[in-house]
């Protein structure tokens, strides 16, 4: 009907036909005007995926793109990953082969390493059937008997290293530890002893360390350096000792600290002594002697050294985001992978740790004055409660839809994974957590209780199918999960056991209220903490609980902070703490729907006034429909709502349907079998 020449010829590019139809040319626009937009359109081409292989045993000179010719490090492959056209590709998958990936310094993510457009997430992804170990540690071997019949083997270790822990064949050792050997009258310097302390023979006296437990709180368990000893006084190491026994009292006949989380001082002897050459007497104990290099280690049964995998720690961070708003990494993706053997020396410092709460600590030379503190005192700090976090192996700030999927976070010295401020839309998903010194998982922070920016806002992230056991193996105030200031978030269908503290710590800033006054102001709204199983914990530390609570949750009940269905039995403190724990400012909370039993304190506690509103009401909170030992009774007024909760004395009389809905889901439940490579 238009044109019948036989000479349409057709040139294609990438994604349009364009015709060249000889001298009708005014006929084929008007073709083109009549026609519908996209009739001369082809279908673009399917993106292509992209995949690269790294093995420790391949080579950086390898093209990477097949398994049979892996790239050998994890630099290199990021490298390549860079120079893909993430608008253009399809997926992008960095598959790791088993095996151990050995860092000297930290895998950096920046927005160069973003997924996104037809890429989709950017997956680092092991093997088929296999596990890839990225770690920080250092192999020790050269392992002898000091003397002929000694229990006691060494081995030389890299010049420069300092590390708190190591590792037999998967298996942390304690460092040497023991009881104090000497009668001591504490002084603002320290202590001083009878005549004749015999540490004053013991060798390197400055890398011994004194351990609290309890000794800032029910809740601590600071440790501070000794920084040498005579025959008659020990010296602590500053400022560790200043920051642990001069904290600031408050001048309102309150009794109270400025902090007003704790004490003002260790007043206690130390529970402990470690890292002496001299306590190094029973199986499993070791000692670093820094000033010859040397390991010295007693074996467990069943070890032998000379064949032995042995791992000393000595980086710091294994992976982490540049920290920085301009540059955030997004659509990034980790799955079946262990990170294993970060360390973290701060506490053999002077710094020693000067606990808070949490792990969170008191540093600096006048920290104990100042930080936090804010408008309390002269030169304080602020925000208040801004005290210092404990690292992360795994750290990620500003970021964007960075996942987590079957990792594992073992054999760590400080915290596992920190998804810090700034971090969005992030999931950990049917991760294991174990065998960690403090925190399992750290979610948001305490500096930025009101953000300026909505870059600065922690949000969206969830937390489910996931296994935390074991961990504070070290600082043992620790906590499974630890949320500060975070907002539409969700930790959920977890399972937590086996922890000496808290299984779920959230929110922060609500201490002022012990003097009547208000929270710290947050952003903090619609988190939730629902179906989780938590069992067997607080097993050493006292004053927390299964999930506890702190500070401003949300602006109403609707926004506020949800704490459902979770289960809890087997919390092993005696006195101190609850086990739905609302403490100071908790504002905005329901509690609907758990269950509880097999306990040594109350279920549920507390009431506290609302100083946020001024009113003489109480900090709002909605408990209903639970199940537990000794409950609370029924109560409408003043803000707080108790009702139709039952009173049981067995598991038994809990519905199937609570017990049955909490805990790992079913099509997760192979991680708790999981076992480090």
């Known amino acids: 009907m238009f044109f019948t020449r036989e000479h349409a010829h057709v040139r294609k590019s990438a994604k349009k036909v364009q015709l060249f139809i000889g001298s009708y040319r005014v006929i084929a626009a008007l073709v083109c005007a009549l026609l519908p937009i996209g009739v001369l359109t082809l279908p673009a081409h399917a993106a292509t995926a992209v995949t690269y292989f790294v093995s420790p045993s391949g080579s950086d000179d390898n093209s990477g793109t097949s398994a049979a010719a892996p790239f050998r490090t994890l630099t290199k492959a990021q490298t390549a990953v860079r120079a893909v056209d993430t608008s253009t590709s399809g997926p992008i998958t960095v598959t790791l082969a088993g095996g151990v990936y050995r860092l000297t310094k930290t895998l950096t993510f920046t927005a160069a390493d973003s997924g996104g457009g037809t890429a989709g997430t950017v997956w680092w992804k092991a093997a088929a059937g296999q596990t890839p170990v990225i770690s920080g540690g250092t192999h020790i071997t050269g392992w002898t008997r000091t003397g002929t019949g000694s ?277 950990v998903t049917a991760c294991v957590f174990t065998d960690i010194s403090g925190n399992g998982l750290d979610l948001g922070g305490v500096d930025i209780p009101q953000p300026s920016t909505s870059a600065q806002h922690t949000s969206g992230i969830t937390v489910k199918d996931s296994h935390f056991y074991d961990i504070a193996a070290e600082y043992h105030g620790g906590v499974a999960v630890d949320a500060g200031y975070i907002e539409t978030s969700t930790i959920t269908h977890n399972q937590i056991d086996h922890v000496p503290y808290t299984a779920i710590s959230i929110g922060w800033g609500g201490w002022p209220d012990k003097v009547s006054l208000p929270a710290q102001p947050n952003y903090s709204n619609n988190n939730t903490i629902s179906n989780n199983l938590v069992h067997d914990h607080m097993s050493l530390l006292g004053d927390g609980g299964a999930v506890y609570t702190n500070g401003i949750t949300g602006t109403s009940m609707a926004t506020g902070e949800h704490v459902t269905g979770n289960v809890v039995h087997d919390q092993l403190n005696t006195s101190g703490g609850h086990v739905l724990y609302t403490d100071n400012g908790a504002t905005y909370v329901s509690i609907l729907g758990n269950a509880v039993w097999n306990i040594n304190v109350s279920p549920w506690g507390s009431k506290h006034g609302n100083y946020t509103a001024g009113d003489g009401t109480y900090d709002p909170t909605d408990i209903e429909g639970n199940y537990w030992p000794s409950g609370p009774s029924d109560y409408d007024s003043k803000g707080v709502l108790i009702q139709g909760n039952h009173n049981i004395t067995a598991a038994d009389q809990v519905p199937s349907s609570i017990i049955t809905a909490a805990g790992i889901e079913a099509q997760y439940q192979s991680i708790l079998s999981w076992q480090p490579a």
């Open 151 to 427: 229990a006691i083997w060494s081995a030389p270790a890299p010049t420069g290293l300092d590390t708190r822990q190591l590792y037999v064949d998967g298996v942390r050792a304690q460092r040497a530890t023991g009881s104090l050997p000497v009668s001591v009258t504490q002084t603002a310097t320290g202590y001083t002893t009878a005549s004749g302390d015999p540490m004053a023979g013991w060798r390197n006296p400055s890398a011994i360390e004194f351990v609290y437990r309890g000794g800032l709180g029910l809740w601590t368990e600071p440790r501070c350096p000794v920084a040498s000893v005579t025959s008659t006084a020990i010296t602590m190491a500053q400022p560790c000792w200043n920051n642990s026994t001069q904290r600031v009292m408050r001048t309102d006949d309150s009794g109270r600290t400025y902090n007003l989380v704790g004490r003002k001082s260790i007043t206690e002897k130390p529970t402990a002594v470690e890292n002496a050459y001299e306590l190094l007497d029973k199986a499993g104990e070791f000692y670093l002697d820094k000033s010859e290099h040397r390991f010295y280690y007693i074996p467990r049964a069943g070890e032998d050294l000379t064949t032995a995998d042995v791992e000393a720690p000595s980086l710091d961070t294994l992976v982490a985001s540049s920290g920085k708003a301009s540059d955030v990494p997004s659509h990034v993706g980790f799955q079946g992978i262990q990170f294993s053997y970060a360390n973290y020396t701060t506490s053999n410092t002077g710094t020693g740790f000067s606990e808070i709460q949490a792990t969170y600590q008191i540093t600096g030379a006048n920290g104990y004055a100042t930080q936090g503190l804010c408008d309390f005192v002269s030169g304080g700090t602020c925000p208040y409660g801004n005290w210092t976090k404990m690292p992360a192996a795994v750290r990620f700030t500003y970021d964007r839809s960075v996942h987590f999927d079957h990792d594992y976070f073992v054999h760590l010295g400080a915290a596992g994974l920190d998804l810090g401020d700034g971090s969005q839309n992030a999931t």
